[in-house]
């Protein structure tokens, strides 16, 4: 990372933030987005998590486990994928252009049943670049935690 303090006026980024990225290659902001915003992503969980849609993987049991694309089929997500207090930082900590590379919805059971169905947070570097070409680690994610259960997706 070519200075990772520079650049980061209209970013939203403090510089103790940009440190840390270029020391662990990681950096967590908490509450991005309001919780009025969190709604509205909510609100069309049941369009991308439908179980019949072609991007949707179902896990053994029929319940849907992860989404791919939405930002391709859903007007909400797309306009995520560009909203700038998620471009800005990246470009900043990148030093340059960023551009989607994917976007997955994950969905989880509550916490007291991931333990049963095997399913921890990891990291997908290893496959993104071997099976899918991405070209190094310089990626960012972002995530929202619900403490609710997700919603009904059986087939």
Do not use: C
């Amino acid at each position: 990372m070519n200075g990772p303090a520079r650049a980061l006026g209209h970013t939203g980024l403090e510089e103790d933030q940009a440190l840390r990225f270029g020391r662990e290659g990681v950096l967590r902001i908490e509450a991005l987005f309001t919780a009025a915003e969190v709604a509205v992503l909510e609100r069309v969980l049941p369009e991308i998590a439908a179980p019949g849609r072609a991007e949707v993987v179902l896990d053994e049991g029929g319940m849907v486990r992860m989404s791919h694309g939405a930002h391709l089929y859903n007007e909400t997500f797309s306009r995520l994928s560009r909203h700038p207090r998620l471009v800005e930082p990246a470009r900043a900590l990148l030093a340059g252009e960023v551009y989607v590379y994917q976007t997955r919805l994950n969905v989880k059971p509550p916490l007291d049943e991931r333990a049963a169905r095997g399913y921890p947070w990891h990291q997908d570097f290893s496959t993104w670049h071997f099976r899918d070409g991405l070209p190094e680690r310089a990626s960012s994610r972002a995530s929202s935690s619900s403490t609710r259960s997700p919603p009904a997706t059986h087939r």
